[in-house]
């Protein structure tokens, strides 16, 4: 069913860098793509999202960037904070095609 | 405004026995999802609901796993009989609506079986 593959599975950043994760996409019906945070115990939190007509979207620390022709979307946390450390999933949906999950990027921000 | 609400929270049992799970979704929205996240992966649909009708149920195991949504509110969940492999965490999430920018799923907390 995986129709988005994300990379990397975890990361380990210090205070203050900045946190990149990358998401690979298939089927080019899609045309709503979010990321979620989940803390251990929670539900996934929506974070951020973008729609295809946009190469970037940008909220507070998080920036999506957005590739249409490389099926390709990241997220980049600025200024990475211990509270940012959480297990982050993208996604893509649209098309008739329910939402897709990434496997998740398990982030750690080290003090 | 309440959130997703999902009981229980926990859930331990012996393979072979039924289990049921729970969700309250939000109020006012009409598309409510399962969603079974096994540990290390992400999310994976199971079913999803608008008002009452099943409309995707794909990827459902029917034959150990049923599910409704009575009034278009409320939902349940549950597996007849529970093997090892269904150990994961069941999540509900609900959004105003399914197509567009109402898409935005929330989700509730989640509730983790273990089948032993």
């Known amino acids: 069913q995986q129709q988005v593959k994300q990379s990397p599975q975890s990361l380990i950043v210090q205070k203050g860098g900045i946190s990149i994760i990358n998401c690979a996409y298939e089927?080019?019906?899609?045309?709503?793509f979010p990321w979620y945070q989940q803390f251990p115990g929670k539900g996934p939190a929506l974070l951020i999202a973008?729609?295809?007509?946009?190469s970037e979207k940008k909220e507070g620390r998080f920036t999506i960037s957005f590739n249409k022709s490389a099926k390709q979307f990241s997220l980049h946390i600025m200024d990475s904070q211990p509270g940012d450390s959480a297990t982050y999933f993208c996604?893509?949906?649209?098309?008739?095609?329910?939402?897709?999950f990434g496997a998740g990027t398990r982030l750690t921000v080290k003090p | 405004e309440a959130g997703v609400v999902q009981s229980p929270r926990y859930k331990i049992i012996e393979k072979k026995q039924p289990v049921a799970f729970w969700c309250n979704p939000i109020?006012?929205?009409?598309?409510l999802y399962w969603y079974r996240q096994n540990l290390g992966q992400g999310p994976e649909l199971l079913i999803r609901?608008?008002?009452?009708?099943?409309?995707?149920d794909s990827q459902l195991p029917k034959d150990r796993f049923s599910a409704e949504r009575l009034k278009g509110v409320d939902s349940t969940l549950k597996i007849q009989p529970a093997e090892l492999g269904d150990s994961a965490v069941y999540l509900c999430?609900?959004?105003?609506?399914?197509?567009?920018?109402?898409?935005?799923?929330?989700f509730g907390p989640g509730t983790r079986l273990t089948v032993l």
């Open positions: 109020s006012g929205h009409n598309t």
């Open positions: 609901y608008e008002n009452e009708e099943a409309v995707d």
């Open positions: 089927n080019t019906a899609f045309d709503y």
């Open positions: 999430a609900s959004s105003l609506a399914y197509w567009g920018a109402y898409n935005e799923q929330f």
């Open positions: 973008i729609r295809p007509d946009v």
């Open positions: 996604a893509a949906s649209g098309g008739n095609n329910d939402m897709r």
